[in-house]
């Protein structure tokens, strides 16, 4: 057993009520789930994920992956926790059926990926990493690649890779240099090298696929001239079984402050002759505009790391909070010392934690919803009406899930006081895991630009201006809402304000001026998304008092998401108004400081 719990009563909170998965789950891909049934699917992989692979968390970051005689050898456990999860097929549940997959919601998928990334984010990052894989193919693999490789991927029997950055091209992708040949039978030689390529080998599958971006001796300079191939660790013979070794060799691993069991490679493709064997996928040159089709979900998986962390920091930051006795609590008895949780700035600092994991929930999984439904709502009008709103929901839920992560986590340590300090109560790992998610898949700074530069535009801003509308509905419907609701709705109706005010601003002084925009990007970035997440903690406690009124579940679970999400109200959001000087200062300070 492990410290860690699946939080399935908030999931199901979050998932059925607040979210109406029933309503969802109507929609025509869908049909054979309920709610109930996907939360008996989610109960069965929260139990494999507490009592299998949360154990294996702490071993793997003391030990980590190494290298013998050029493989990756993964730390003890993780090959059994990892068939576990495969054997049961839990990869496929939200998958098309069409390549073996549950057909599930996406969002149910999100829900696992929350628990994965809890009991154990470095071995999670092999079945993630293969998710981005499978959605590329799935949507630009040919029929025969689909067939090749897509049933063993979302059975979990192989993983996949996502090899962009190179040494000189890391967020500036345009720049790699790494070559593909064509060959006359129509497959590529691919030469070069890799780097930060997780999972790029290990012992856990018997095969690993590479997706690879490269360029064609005739391509275009930049981002333009970037295709996207495919390279397998063994090549598929024609009648699905592996073959020769091909020519792709791990040259070393990282040495990481955080994730330590996840191997993040050096790979070198085509050293031992002609080049390693690939195959394009799709069209030449299209490579990017292929990457940024699994973009929304792979920003969003980051997201949802940065949620799994702060929740694992939570639980066992209230665990030692119940269990340390120090000090006298206020109106305690002279006597025997009272548990540190009776004190009220461990308190504070609990219901921070508490606060905030809840609001990272609320805002992956109605992302994820968004995902479902731009996909598959009966009506054009609702799909483009989803895909909008996760198109503006995407940046904050990556930025503001893994910035936030941060601050549980430290939060965490100190909970734990000296203690938290020594690695032994493995609070630590959870700060330093989660730091590398404020980093990959496009730096937070990155998403601010593509929030300002982007997001914010779309539609001359209306795109922005329907979400300020929503925002304001629900400060409306707090109107009628009773008195425990009030200073909800006050602090939601000022946050709202701000953010309209900053966002015109931005959109204004920003359209005449980008560097204006870029300036600000990252503050006006924060300020948006604690709005928006205040919203969602004010929706989901009006639900709850609408559902205590009728009496209509466990009332106290239900008053407590109340609780929560008016500390949210009154000691999170109010960030936002020091936020507005930041987000409106322009760019004169920065373009007249010396470096």
Same mark, same amino acid.
């Given at each position: 057993? /492990?410290?860690?719990?699946?939080?399935?009563?908030?999931?199901?909170?979050?998932?059925?009520?607040?979210?109406?998965?029933?309503?969802?789950?109507?929609?025509?891909?869908?049909?054979?789930?309920?709610?109930? /049934?996907?939360?008996?699917?989610?109960?069965?992989?929260? *139990?494999?994920?507490?009592?299998?692979?949360?154990?294996?968390?702490?071993?793997?970051?003391?030990?980590?992956?190494?290298?013998?005689?050029?493989?990756?050898?993964?730390?003890?456990?993780?090959?059994?926790?990892?068939?576990?999860?495969?054997?049961?097929?839990?990869?496929?549940?939200?998958?098309?059926?069409?390549?073996?997959?549950?057909?599930?919601?996406?969002?149910?998928?999100?829900?696992?990926?929350?628990?994965?990334?809890?009991?154990?984010?470095?071995?999670?990052?092999?079945?993630?990493?293969?998710?981005?894989?499978?959605?590329?193919?799935?949507?630009?693999?040919?029929?025969?690649?689909?067939?090749?490789?897509?049933?063993?991927?979302?059975?979990?029997?192989?993983?996949?890779?996502?090899?962009?950055?190179?040494?000189?091209?890391?967020?500036?992708?345009?720049?790699?240099?790494?070559?593909?040949?064509?060959?006359?039978?129509?497959?590529?030689?691919?030469?070069?090298?890799?780097?930060?390529?997780?999972?790029?080998?290990?012992?856990?599958?018997? #095969?690993?696929?590479?997706?690879?971006?490269?360029?064609?001796?005739?391509?275009?300079?930049?981002?333009?001239?970037?295709?996207?191939?495919?390279?397998?660790?063994?090549?598929? +013979?024609?009648?699905?079984?592996?073959?020769?070794?091909?020519? @792709?060799?791990?040259?070393?691993?990282?040495?990481?402050?955080?994730?330590? =069991?996840?191997?993040?490679?050096?790979? +070198?493709?085509?050293?031992?002759?002609?080049?390693?064997?690939?195959?394009?996928?799709?069209?030449?040159? =299209?490579?990017?505009?292929?990457?940024?089709?699994?973009?929304? #979900?792979?920003?969003?998986?980051?997201?949802?790391?940065?949620?799994?962390?702060?929740?694992?920091?939570?639980?066992?930051?209230?665990?030692?909070?119940?269990?340390?006795?120090?000090?006298?609590?206020?109106?305690? =008895?002279?006597?025997?010392? /009272?548990?540190?949780?009776?004190?009220?700035?461990?308190?504070?600092?609990?219901?921070?934690?508490?606060?905030?994991?809840?609001?990272?929930? =609320?805002?992956?999984?109605?992302?994820?919803?968004?995902?479902?439904?731009?996909?598959?709502?009966?009506?054009?009008?609702?799909?483009?009406?989803?895909?909008?709103?996760?198109?503006?929901?995407?940046?904050?839920?990556? /930025?503001?899930?893994?910035?936030?992560?941060?601050?549980?986590?430290?939060?965490?340590?100190?909970?734990?006081?000296?203690?938290?300090?020594?690695?032994?109560?493995?609070?630590?790992?959870?700060?330093?895991?989660?730091?590398?998610? &404020?980093?990959?898949?496009?730096?937070?700074?990155?998403?601010?630009?593509?929030? @300002?530069?982007?997001?914010?535009?779309?539609?001359?801003?209306?795109?922005?201006?329907? &979400?300020?509308?929503?925002?304001?509905?629900? @400060?409306?419907?707090?109107?009628?809402?009773?008195?425990?609701?009030?200073?909800?709705?006050?602090?939601?109706?000022?946050?709202?304000?701000?953010?309209?005010?900053?966002?015109?601003?931005?959109?204004?002084?920003?359209?005449?001026?980008?560097?204006?925009?870029?300036?600000?990007?990252?503050?006006?970035?924060?300020?948006?998304?604690?709005?928006?997440?205040?919203?969602?903690?004010? *929706?989901?406690?009006?639900?709850?008092?609408?559902?205590?009124?009728?009496?209509?579940?466990?009332?106290?679970?239900?008053?407590?998401?109340?609780?929560?999400?008016?500390?949210?109200?009154?000691?999170?959001?109010?960030?936002?108004?020091?936020?507005?000087?930041?987000?409106?200062?322009?760019?004169?300070?920065?373009?007249?400081? #010396?470096?």
């Amino acid at each position: 057993m /492990s410290d860690y719990a699946a939080p399935l009563d908030d999931i199901r909170f979050t998932l059925v009520d607040f979210l109406d998965l029933d309503g969802l789950t109507k929609l025509a891909p869908y049909g054979e789930a309920d709610a109930e /049934s996907v939360m008996g699917v989610l109960e069965e992989f929260g *139990r494999l994920m507490a009592e299998v692979w949360a154990p294996t968390n702490a071993v793997g970051d003391t030990d980590g992956s190494h290298l013998e005689a050029g493989q990756v050898v993964t730390p003890e456990g993780f090959k059994a926790a990892y068939q576990a999860y495969a054997d049961a097929g839990w990869g496929a549940v939200a998958f098309e059926p069409e390549y073996g997959g549950g057909g599930f919601p996406w969002v149910v998928g999100i829900a696992q990926q929350e628990m994965l990334n809890s009991a154990n984010m470095a071995l999670a990052m092999a079945p993630l990493l293969t998710h981005g894989a499978i959605d590329a193919l799935v949507h630009h693999g040919s029929e025969e690649q689909r067939e090749v490789y897509l049933k063993k991927m979302v059975a979990g029997e192989w993983t996949g890779s996502m090899n962009l950055t190179e040494p000189d091209a890391g967020s500036d992708v345009g720049a790699l240099r790494t070559r593909a040949v064509r060959q006359d039978d129509g497959s590529y030689r691919i030469t070069g090298a890799k780097i930060y390529i997780t999972f790029g080998d290990h012992d856990l599958t018997d #095969n690993i696929v590479h997706l690879v971006l490269a360029r064609t001796p005739d391509a275009p300079a930049g981002t333009k001239g970037i295709s996207c191939f495919i390279v397998p660790k063994f090549l598929v +013979s024609d009648d699905g079984t592996l073959g020769a070794r091909n020519d @792709v060799k791990v040259i070393s691993l990282e040495h990481k402050m955080g994730i330590r =069991a996840s191997p993040t490679c050096a790979l +070198s493709f085509g050293d031992e002759g002609e080049g390693a064997v690939g195959h394009l996928i799709g069209e030449e040159n =299209a490579g990017m505009r292929y990457m940024f089709t699994m973009m929304n #979900n792979a920003r969003l998986g980051v997201g949802v790391e940065g949620l799994g962390l702060a929740e694992r920091s939570y639980q066992q930051a209230l665990a030692y909070a119940k269990d340390r006795k120090q000090g006298f609590a206020p109106g305690a =008895a002279r006597g025997e010392k /009272s548990l540190i949780v009776e004190h009220p700035d461990v308190r504070r600092s609990l219901l921070t934690m508490r606060s905030l994991t809840e609001a990272m929930r =609320a805002l992956c999984f109605t992302a994820a919803v968004q995902i479902d439904r731009a996909q598959h709502a009966d009506v054009e009008t609702d799909r483009t009406a989803a895909q909008e709103m996760l198109d503006l929901l995407i940046p904050l839920a990556k /930025s503001w899930c893994t910035d936030e992560a941060e601050r549980v986590t430290s939060i965490g340590i100190q909970v734990h006081g000296g203690m938290g300090y020594i690695e032994e109560t493995g609070a630590a790992q959870h700060y330093r895991d989660a730091k590398i998610t &404020q980093i990959y898949e496009g730096t937070n700074g990155i998403q601010a630009m593509d929030l @300002v530069g982007r997001k914010m535009p779309m539609r001359g801003g209306a795109v922005f201006a329907d &979400q300020i509308a929503r925002m304001r509905a629900t @400060v409306g419907e707090l109107d009628d809402a009773g008195d425990e609701l009030v200073a909800i709705r006050d602090e939601l109706a000022r946050a709202v304000d701000a953010a309209e005010a900053a966002g015109q601003w931005l959109m204004t002084e920003g359209q005449a001026d980008p560097v204006v925009a870029l300036s600000v990007a990252t503050p006006f970035q924060r300020l948006l998304s604690l709005t928006v997440a205040g919203w969602l903690m004010a *929706r989901q406690a009006l639900l709850a008092s609408q559902r205590l009124a009728a009496g209509d579940g466990d009332a106290d679970f239900l008053a407590q998401k109340v609780v929560t999400a008016r500390f949210f109200a009154r000691n999170v959001l109010p960030e936002v108004h020091g936020l507005v000087g930041p987000a409106t200062s322009g760019s004169d300070d920065l373009l007249a400081a #010396n470096f």
